[in-house]
């Protein structure tokens, strides 16, 4: 068996597990909604942030606040629970928010509830990088995986190369969060890093995950196996 096969084959095994996020419609389209969870998860991502800065905001005190996020989390546990949801998607939610707010609760500053955040772009940024110089672009793993491709995109130069783009395009939003509310974290404006957080997060995210999928579009032919291909630059 050729690294082709190989490739291919792992790559169909794993689709499944991908597509369980990130779903794309019959006409091939993204189903954007669907892979960030539907109104479901928008409201899981963003209502216990929300919670923690408006109740910040009217009190002044850390405690109601980070007591709102962690029971509005805690809700949506539970609800996921009764559904008999897995245990890992209904607890993970909750745990985010938990490592939040005990940031914000033991550093005795609204801002540590937002510096996981910060560690956590840092991360993927460099994960991101990484994963275009050594030319596995991780939108083109995700995607590849989606669209019934595999790995093979990684042995036709052109789609290897748009699969790195769409990577730095999810990159350049990790980027632009930290350029824009690291300065607001230094300035000691919980009002405003509490907003743009919630704007930069999930509908930031959305928008760049569609147009990373419609920059990877599959042409009309399909994947071109090169064996030239492999060592082109992305």
């Given at each position: 068996m050729t690294d082709n096969d190989s490739a291919g084959q792992v790559g169909r095994q794993l689709s499944g597990a991908a597509a369980g996020?990130?779903?794309?419609?019959?006409?091939?389209?993204?189903?954007?909604?669907a892979s960030i969870g539907g109104w479901r998860g928008l409201a899981e991502?963003?209502?216990?942030?929300?919670?923690?800065?408006?109740?910040?905001?009217l009190t002044e005190e850390l405690v109601?606040?980070?007591?709102?996020?962690?029971?509005?989390?805690?809700?949506?546990?539970?609800v996921r629970l009764l559904q008999r949801g897995s245990l890992i998607?209904?607890?993970?939610?909750?745990?985010?928010?938990?490592?939040?707010?005990?940031?914000a609760y033991f550093s005795g500053d609204a801002r540590g509830y937002y510096e996981p955040g910060f560690v956590i772009n840092v991360a993927y940024l460099i994960g991101f990088g990484v994963s275009v110089l050594v030319k596995w672009p991780f939108m083109g793993?995700?995607?590849?995986?989606?669209?019934?491709?595999?790995?093979?995109?990684?042995?036709?130069?052109?789609?290897?190369?748009?699969?790195?783009?769409?990577?730095?395009?999810?990159?350049?939003?990790?980027?632009?969060?930290?350029?824009?509310?690291?300065?607001?974290?230094?300035?000691d404006n919980v009002a405003a890093l509490g907003v743009t957080r919630l704007v930069m997060g999930v509908p930031l995210y959305a928008l760049a995950l569609?147009?990373?999928w419609m920059l990877t579009r599959p042409g009309p032919q399909g994947i071109v196996a090169d064996s030239e291909a492999e060592d082109a630059s992305p």
């Open positions: 996020r990130v779903r794309a419609r019959e006409d091939g389209s993204l189903d954007v909604m991502a963003s209502l216990p942030a929300a919670g923690f800065l408006i109740a910040y905001l109601p606040a980070i007591l709102l996020a962690v029971g509005l989390g805690a809700v949506f546990t539970v998607q209904s607890f993970s939610g909750l745990v985010g928010v938990g490592i939040c707010a005990a940031f793993i995700l995607f590849g995986l989606i669209r019934g491709e595999g790995f093979d995109w990684r042995y036709d130069a052109v789609r290897r190369r748009r699969y790195a783009l769409a990577t730095w395009l999810i990159a350049a939003v990790l980027a632009a969060r930290l350029v824009v509310q690291f300065p607001l974290y230094l300035a569609w147009l990373g």
